[in-house]
């Protein structure tokens, strides 16, 4: 069966410091894999998705990047924090299209930046 | 662009029925349900395709008019365990059928 393996569950940053969270899918191949940030009782924001290797879609422009450097690794990293980036990180992958299959989302990183 | 949900929140004594909305200025393939528990990742409910179809899990069902580009989520005879953020998310046809977008959720609290 496929899991979804996502690290560290909580951390906390100072302002300026950087940045990286990974996630990583067992169980399945070539999957879509997802970031999603969702800050403080607010809605789920769409930051970065990727179809394959190398292959990454950015949907908000911000100080935040991703890479995805095997199938089924994806990496979220930021240079240098800011306060806004605080929020509840979560990875998701899908293994065809998302017009007929759910997205299966990680534990999630609750990240603080103080 | 993002989807419309309402009500933001709302309360229920259990036993009773709620229903969610969702709409979209978009022309959509599917629309999606999640729900989240506080603290916890969201999980799947239920996708509903084109074709104006009707799905049901326990007693919780979803319509999609496709034509509306609306869904509508129904929660009957609510239980405590039902309590937790609902979200829709939606698949626009045409390219962007790696994005799904979601409402801002609405909160449902059951009360014994």
């Known amino acids: 069966s496929q899991t979804i393996h996502q690290w560290p569950a909580t951390l906390v940053q100072p302002v300026g410091s950087p940045l990286s969270l990974e996630c990583t899918v067992e169980?399945?191949?070539?999957?879509?894999l997802y970031w999603y940030r969702q800050a403080a009782g607010r809605g789920l924001q769409l930051l970065f998705y990727?179809?394959?290797?190398?292959?990454i879609s950015s949907e908000v422009p911000q100080n935040l990047s991703a890479s995805r450097p095997q199938d089924r690794q994806f990496i979220l990293s930021s240079k240098k924090l800011l306060l806004s980036d605080s929020g509840f990180y979560l990875c998701?992958?899908?293994?065809?299209?998302?017009?007929?299959?759910?997205?299966?989302f990680g534990n999630g990183t609750r990240l603080t930046v103080t | 662009q993002q989807p419309v949900q309402s009500p933001q929140a709302v309360i229920l004594r259990e036993g009773e029925d709620a229903v969610i909305n969702c709409s979209s200025s978009?022309?959509?393939?599917?629309v999606h349900w999640y729900r989240q528990k506080h603290g916890e990742a969201p999980v799947f409910l239920m996708i509903?395709?084109?074709?104006?179809e009707q799905k049901g899990h326990e007693k919780i069902s979803a319509s999609f008019n496709e034509k509306k580009q609306q869904s509508s989520l129904y929660l009957t005879a609510s239980q405590l365990s039902y309590s937790g953020t609902y979200f829709c998310?939606?698949?626009?046809?045409?390219?962007?059928?790696?994005?799904?977008?979601f409402g801002k959720g609405t909160k449902l609290s059951v009360i014994p």
């Open positions: 998701a992958w899908i293994g065809t299209g998302l017009r007929n299959s759910p997205l299966h």
């Open positions: 169980g399945t191949s070539n999957p879509n």
């Open positions: 990727s179809v394959g290797i190398g292959q």
């Open positions: 978009k022309a959509l393939y599917s």
């Open positions: 509903l395709l084109k074709g104006g």
């Open positions: 998310g939606t698949v626009p046809t045409g390219a962007g059928s790696y994005q799904l977008t």
